[in-house]
T-cell receptor
């Protein structure tokens, strides 16, 4: 079936280093992808999104890369801080034009930032 | 706090009992979503409202589950005859009306249900 998944369940990095979290998706018809951050006991928080007609998008300290050829999505966090420690989910939306935000989430990657 | 509000935050219930959760979306957000999240997994879509109309339901939403949004504002999710497999975090999200454009979904803190 269609799914969004992550390569690494846990990623441990040193404070100040750059982090890269990867995600694979299977539905080539998906036209919109989002990264969410979820801290313990909280709901997912939007980080950054990208449409399928783009291959890169930058935010503040974060960059999302989309490789449609291999159906791969990545989130890069520059100068990782202890406050970045959380579970990160990639999600796909197959209804961009309708803007319904029906999202299919991957399993998640735990990012642990070591001081 | 003007974000999405969910109540209660935690609920422990005995198997077979009925439970009801409430979600208050961000004001003027016409779209409201319910998701379910089990430990270590990503949220799974359950159902979606546009104003008071329930437009889509996942097959995950069994007959024991019912969601309402009677006035197009707050929503309730009821689970009847709870089972241990219903134990999960139930997340609500809302998004504003932006026709033809992606509108970011804002999530609440969730309601943690434990069925014993």
């Amino acid at each position: 079936g269609e799914s969004v998944g992550l390569h690494l369940p846990t990623l441990s990095v040193q404070e100040g280093d750059n982090s890269i979290i990867n995600c694979a998706y299977s539905n080539s018809a998906s036209d919109y992808f989002i990264w969410y951050k979820q801290e313990s006991g909280k709901g997912p928080q939007f980080i950054i999104d990208i449409r399928s007609n783009m291959d890169k998008r930058q935010g503040q300290r974060v960059t999302v890369l989309l490789n449609k050829t291999v159906k791969h999505l990545s989130l890069q966090i520059a100068a990782t801080q202890p406050g970045d420690s959380a579970v990160y989910f990639c999600a796909e939306n197959k209804d961009y034009g309708g803007a319904t935000n029906k999202l299919i989430f991957g399993t998640g990657t735990l990012l642990a930032v070591q001081p | 706090d003007t974000g999405v509000s969910q109540n209660p935050r935690h609920k422990i219930t005995k198997r077979g009992q009925n439970v009801t959760f409430r979600c208050d979306p961000i004001s003027e957000h016409n779209r409201l979503y319910w998701y379910r999240q089990t430990l270590g997994q990503g949220p799974e879509f359950l159902t979606y409202f546009q104003n008071e109309a329930q437009l889509e339901k996942s097959r995950l939403l069994s007959d024991r589950f019912s969601a309402e949004r009677p006035k197009g504002s707050f929503s309730t999710l009821e689970i009847q005859r709870t089972e241990q497999g219903d134990s999960a975090m139930y997340l609500c999200a809302s998004s504003p009306p932006r026709p033809g454009m992606r509108s970011e979904a804002f999530f609440g803190q969730g309601t943690r249900l434990t069925v014993v």
